[in-house]
């Protein structure tokens, strides 16, 4: 691909993001009412947003922290899980307002620097963290919106990604195990071949999971401050689905998409529209209350909480 021809092609994504950004705004602009979303944000029980919301985020994090611990020592380096926790905190609290959470890498770089492990194995480790993420959100949502028999999608499309999820895996199983492990391409590959063990992928699943729901419930807690009360069901589904719109808006911080979609949900399962949209301005405050955390980590462990010496090396065992 030429110079010229990726200019092009960041150009035309750069287009489109930005008219759908823009569209999603104008639309929140118009059809929300604010001065009911106000009165709403007015009377909100804070408590449940400060205090629920964010102990579920940092549960959230500690969990992500403890998938990629159990990653990389399956690959052969070993990190302490408290410098993972640290990185998982200020880079997850900043990867918000990048697509699809691209931010998040950065902290692969930073592990990179400070010599505590190879590049292509940390992204090895931080490909194995999103594809999971993504087989995870795109089960919780099926499964969720199946057992709510949610009005908000149609059950062939439920049924749709059941499939591709069954298609997917195996057809990904066994490219890993076709692929030749010499070359460039084997080195990219073989530290992906961790997922074949089935024990470990269970439990990698297992794990993605339970953050998953840590994050419906800081939903829930945010919402329940508004007295919108859902069930664990109904706010995974709400949860989960609004975040795969969000990735694919590949909108920074999916700006006008997630209120659009929070509000729609809340809507169909029967609250009036102010109340629905205040729900969908409360769940994005906790945006806010992610980088705040992210930054007390900064304050309150320095720059230790992303660097420290050099001369702290991982344990490599092997791949």
């Known amino acids: 691909m030429t110079k010229q021809s990726k200019l092009s092609r960041r150009l035309i994504t750069f287009c489109i993001a930005a008219t759908v950004l823009t569209l999603a705004v104008r639309y929140i602009i118009i059809n929300f009412q604010w001065h ?15 205090i629920g919301g964010s102990a579920s985020i940092l549960a959230y994090w500690l969990t992500r922290a403890m998938r990629l611990k159990m990653l990389l020592e399956k690959m052969g380096v070993s990190i302490p899980l408290h410098r993972l926790y640290l990185l998982n905190a200020v880079y997850l609290s ?71 999820l069954a298609i997917i895996l195996p057809c990904c199983a066994l490219l890993l195990r076709l692929v030749p492990p010499a070359g460039k391409l084997g080195r990219i590959v073989a530290p992906l071949r961790i997922t074949l063990d089935p024990l470990f992928f269970i439990r990698q699943v297992l794990i993605t999971t339970l953050g998953w729901i840590l ?48 509000a729609h949900f809340l809507i169909r399962y029967g ?6 949209q205040a729900g969908a301005i409360a769940v994005r405050l906790t945006m806010l209350v992610v980088i705040a955390l992210g930054v007390l980590h900064v304050t309150a462990f320095g720059r230790g909480a992303i660097e420290w010496p050099q001369r702290t090396k991982a344990r490599h065992s092997g791949v």
Request: hydrophobic content about 55%.
């Open 215 to 262: 994050v419906s419930l800081g939903w829930l807690a945010c919402l329940r401050g508004l007295q919108i009360e859902l069930d664990l069901f109904r706010g995974i589904a709400l949860t989960t689905t609004v975040t795969l719109i969000n990735i694919f808006s590949f909108i920074p911080g999916a700006v006008g998409i997630s209120e659009a979609g929070v």
């Open 94 to 164: 900043l990867s918000i307002i990048t697509p699809f959470q691209s931010g998040e890498a950065l902290k692969i770089e930073a592990l990179k620097r400070h010599g505590l492990l190879e590049r292509h194995i940390g992204y090895s480790a931080f490909f194995i963290e999103r594809v999971l993420d993504l087989i995870v959100v795109i089960g919780l949502a099926a499964a969720s919106l199946l057992l709510t028999a949610s009005p908000t999608i149609d059950r062939t499309l439920i049924y749709t990604l059941a499939l591709l």
């Open 271 to 276: 609250y009036e529209p102010a109340i629905a």
């Open 36 to 50: 009911e979303i106000g009165q709403q944000l007015t009377h909100m029980n804070w408590a449940w947003l400060l």
